[in-house]
């Protein structure tokens, strides 16, 4: 008995740990697929050519102040305020998250 109970537990602990990662692996694909999206105005992987600012290696805190203050019309834009209005807020926190892992890429 005590070993069908210890192999149901490495069992759901097994499965526990499956389930999480394929979370994860639909959470990055997710934020993935919303931050294509931004690669129109500030390039693959977040980064920029001339002219338009880099996403990609800025501190997380700061994109997302900055989205947060585009989406609530804080901050002017020509597009970035009805872009913003676009993402929730934990959206936003997610392709903050995103683009600060990322280098910039030319950059060591």
Not at 18 to 37: E, I
Not at 59 to 68: C, F, Y
Not at 78 to 90: P, R, S, V, W
Request: aromatic fraction near 4%; charged fraction near 10%.
């Amino acid at each position: 008995m005590k070993n069908t109970l210890t192999g149901l537990a490495l069992a759901w602990t097994c499965l526990a740990a499956q389930v999480t990662q394929m979370a994860h692996a639909a959470d990055t694909a997710q934020v993935r697929s919303l931050a294509a999206s931004c690669a129109a105005c500030h390039g693959t992987q977040g980064s920029a050519q001339t002219g338009m600012p880099s996403l990609a290696g800025q501190p997380r805190e700061a994109l997302q102040g900055k989205m947060a203050a585009y989406k609530s019309g804080a901050l002017p834009a020509t597009l970035m305020h009805q872009i913003a209005k676009g993402y929730t807020d934990e959206q936003i926190a997610q392709l903050a998250a995103w683009f600060s892992a990322l280098k910039l890429q030319g950059q060591p």
